[in-house]
T-cell receptor, first 113, second 115 residues
Framework: AQSVTQPDIHITVSEGASLELRCNYS??????LFWYVQSPGQGLQLLLK??????LVQGIKGFEAEFKRSQSSFNLRKPSVHWSDAAEYFC???????????FGGGTRVLVKP | GAVVSQHPSRVICKSGTSVKIECRSL??????MFWYRQFPKQSLMLMAT?????????EQGVEKDKFLINHASLTLSTLTVTSAHPEDSSFYIC???????????FGPGTRLTVL
């Protein structure tokens, strides 16, 4: 069975500082990996995804993530956060493209002025 | 593009009544829709997968007779919570997958409160 762990429940970062959110997955085959962001009152928005190829993927809103098979990780990064980045972030894994997703517990990001 | 809506956004009902939640793909046809449940400050848990024109596939532990799912068209799936009880209070989120694509697009969610 596949599983996803996001070790950090909360992260507080100053505006303009860099951000890294950790995601570790467990899956026997090549995973399909996603990062979603959930803002209050809004649906989950896809930030980026990795299926194959270049292990460093670029997403929307200035986010990027790096797939490291040896570490079973897919960490999300942003060089300089904006106050609007305050939200809940979810990492998810699927067995195949378009397949059902297993989500991590989420990381809530707070941005200090 | 790829907008998914849910209706209603919030619903409060009395214990023992049934509630229907609609999930619509507004600008694409969704061959597959997923229903998730999210408890406060927790992650999303998949409840079921529905394919247009066929019976939904429920995850282990989800009561199919309590959570009725219908995917009658390529743009609409409904979740009916039957004989709702306070423990069914939760945030229900749907997602839709366009045919031939690899990404789920999520609706804004429905907050159900059962009194």
């Amino acid at each position: 069975a596949q599983s996803v762990t996001q070790p950090d429940i909360h992260i507080t970062v100053s505006e303009g500082a860099s951000l890294e959110l950790r995601c570790n997955y467990s899956y026997g085959a090549t995973p399909y990996l996603f990062w979603y962001v959930q803002s209050p009152g809004q649906g989950l928005q896809l930030l980026l995804k990795y299926f194959s190829g270049d292990t460093l993927v670029q997403g929307i809103k200035g986010f990027e993530a790096e797939f490291k098979r040896s570490q079973s990780s897919f960490n999300l990064r942003k060089p300089s956060v904006h106050w609007s980045d305050a939200a809940e972030y979810f990492c998810a894994v699927g067995a195949a493209a378009g397949n059902k997703l297993t989500f991590g517990g989420g990381t809530r990001v707070l941005v200090k002025p | 593009g790829a907008v998914v809506s849910q209706h209603p956004s919030r619903v409060i009902c009395k214990s023992g009544t049934s509630v229907k939640i609609e999930c619509r793909s507004l600008d694409f046809q969704a061959t597959t829709m997923f229903w998730y449940r999210q408890f406060p400050k927790q992650s999303l848990m998949l409840m079921a997968t529905s394919n247009e024109g066929s019976k939904a596939t429920y995850e282990q532990g989800v009561e199919k007779d309590k959570f009725l799912i219908n995917h009658a068209s390529l743009t609409l799936s409904t979740l009916t919570v039957t004989s709702a009880h306070p423990e069914d209070s939760s945030f229900y989120i749907c997602s839709a997958l366009a045919g031939g694509t690899d990404t789920q697009y999520f609706g804004p969610g429905t907050r159900l409160t059962v009194l």
